[in-house]
T-cell receptor, first 108, second 114 residues
Framework: RKEVEQDPGPFNVPEGATVAFNCTYS??????FFWYRQDCRKEPKLLMS???SGNEDGRFTAQLNRASQYISLLIRDSKLSDSATYLC?????????FGAGTRLTVKP | NAGVTQTPKFQVLKTGQSMTLQCAQD?????MYWYRQDPGMGLRLIYY???????DKGEVPNGYNVSRLNKREFSLRLESAAPSQTSVYFC?????????????FGPGTRLLVL
């Protein structure tokens, strides 16, 4: 079983839709959590860190549930430009583990 | 600032050939990392260097060696390439390498081993 698991998708949604991704992790020693965005044939780029209290950045909301060992990403009012693969990442000291990514396509 | 740079961008090797992937960062980061990314597998850590002069194995180190040449540069060497090493390789860096920090990635090297 992979240490970090994501639904690979693809998620195909219309513009303006709300879409949610979940990511589960198996190592309870995990310390910090992130969502990265990766465009086709590009490097991953940090979208947002995920804090215990939950955090929001514009249309994006991230949540962490330590008891159930999952993190989530909610995207509201989807834009065409949100089309990408979203990777969750779970970090212990110097040991970042990534999910395989969830592919999102936003259509007009 | 260029951030994290990698060379080459693309490479084709024959089985058994060797090569070195180069990575440099200009952000004065202490920690550097090498990952490979394969379809359906996500990013997997090959080796990391928490600080200049130190290197440690990650999740998938077999078949690779690394050198932390100085604070800026961290190279990955394939001594005898195998088709299973066909992948996209990303170098990354982070300021201190502590658990609460994010990592900054280079543009990647696409490697095909025939």
């Amino acid at each position: 079983r992979k240490e970090v698991e994501q639904d690979p998708g693809p998620f195909n949604v219309p513009e303006g839709a709300t879409v949610a991704f979940n990511c589960t992790y198996s190592n309870s020693a995990s310390q910090s959590f992130f969502w990265y965005r990766q465009d086709c044939r590009k490097e991953p780029k940090l979208l947002m860190s995920v804090y215990s209290s939950g955090n929001e950045d514009g249309r994006f909301t991230a949540q962490l549930n330590r008891a159930s060992q999952y993190i989530s990403l909610l995207i509201r009012d989807s834009k065409l430009s949100d089309s990408a693969t979203y990777l969750c990442a779970v970090n212990r000291v110097n040991d970042m583990r990534f999910g395989a990514g969830t592919r999102l396509t936003v259509k007009p | 600032n260029a951030g994290v740079t990698q060379t080459p961008k693309f490479q084709v090797l024959k089985t058994g050939q060797s090569m070195t992937l180069q990575c440099a960062q200009d952000m004065n980061h202490n920690s550097m990392y090498w990952y490979r990314q394969d379809p359906g597998m996500g990013l997997r850590l090959i080796y990391y260097s928490a600080s200049e002069g130190t290197t440690d194995k990650g999740e998938v180190p077999n078949g690779y060696n690394v050198s932390r040449l100085n604070k800026r540069e961290f190279s990955l060497r394939l001594e005898s390439a195998a088709p299973s090493q066909t992948s996209v390789y990303f170098c990354a860096s982070s300021p201190e390498g502590l658990y609460q920090e994010t990592q900054y990635f280079g543009p990647g090297t696409r490697l095909l081993v025939l």
